[in-house]
T-cell receptor, first 113, second 111 residues
Framework: NAGVTQTPKFQVLKTGQSMTLQCAQDMNHNSMYWYRQDPGMGLRLIYYSASEGTTDKGEVPNGYNVSRLNKREFSLRLESAAPSQTSVYFC????????????FGPGTRLTVT | QQQVKQSPQSLIVQKGGIPIINCAYENTAFDYFPWYQQFPGKGPALLIAIRPDVSEKKEGRFTISFNKSAKQFSLHIMDSQPGDSATYFCAASRDNNDMRFGAGTRLTVKP
């Protein structure tokens, strides 16, 4: 099992450009999440998907959109990147039942200039 | 407004020492308190977690102490090793979709 995979690992964008971060999990988990990690801020939830076909806003959704393509895949899109979106982005997943443990991917480091 | 406050921001101990990281939370609806460990360039991974019906939980060299009345919990690492050098995050949750993380503590264990 690969667990949670993310692509790309690194990306540099110019202000105003768009891009999609990809995430996939092979653990048959129902819920998937996108977080951003900034120094001194911990991890903050951007969007989540409790099940295939549903998505909901988290703590910091502005400037982002998501798609739950199927049970395995959950993508995060930046339509018009801004320097404030420079961050490390983590995707995570969790099974339907259990003690809320979240399994994280390796992260995507995004720089917006 | 951070719902989970974590301290210290960084911590340096000698090998064999017992680093202690503290967290405080506001929301009494939280019912799951995990600690995550993150190595550079990797995603966080669950280390140990506790529910508010117990005051302490041990797994190997890692112990969570939980004080429900004070709304505080802490992580203790016994006999710390250089391999424990990482960033540690506390978190609190009331359901799968509302995990709130602390700001993180960068731990360095010197040989």
């Amino acid at each position: 099992n690969a667990g949670v995979t993310q692509t790309p690992k690194f990306q540099v964008l110019k202000t105003g450009q768009s891009m999609t971060l990809q995430c996939a999990q092979d653990m048959n988990h129902n819920s998937m999440y996108w977080y951003r990690q900034d120094p001194g801020m911990g991890l903050r939830l951007i969007y989540y998907s409790a099940s295939e076909g549903t998505t909901d806003k988290g703590e910091v959704p502005n400037g982002y959109n998501v798609s739950r393509l199927n049970k395995r895949e959950f993508s995060l899109r930046l339509e018009s990147a801004a320097p404030s979106q420079t961050s490390v982005y983590f995707c995570a997943s969790t099974p339907l039942r259990g003690p809320y443990e979240q399994y994280f991917g390796p992260g995507t480091r995004l720089t917006v200039t | 407004q951070q719902q989970v406050k974590q301290s210290p921001q960084s911590l340096i101990v000698q090998k064999g020492g017992i680093p202690i990281i503290n967290c405080a939370y506001e929301n009494t609806a939280f019912d799951y308190f995990p600690w995550y460990q993150q190595f550079p360039g990797k995603g966080p991974a669950l280390l140990i977690a506790i529910r508010p019906d117990v005051s302490e939980k041990k797994e190997g060299r890692f112990t969570i102490s939980f004080n429900k009345s004070a709304k505080q919990f802490s992580l203790h690492i016994m006999d710390s090793q250089p391999g424990d050098s990482a960033t540690y995050f506390c978190a609190a949750s009331r359901d799968n979709n509302d995990m709130r993380f602390g700001a993180g503590t960068r731990l360095t264990v010197k040989p």
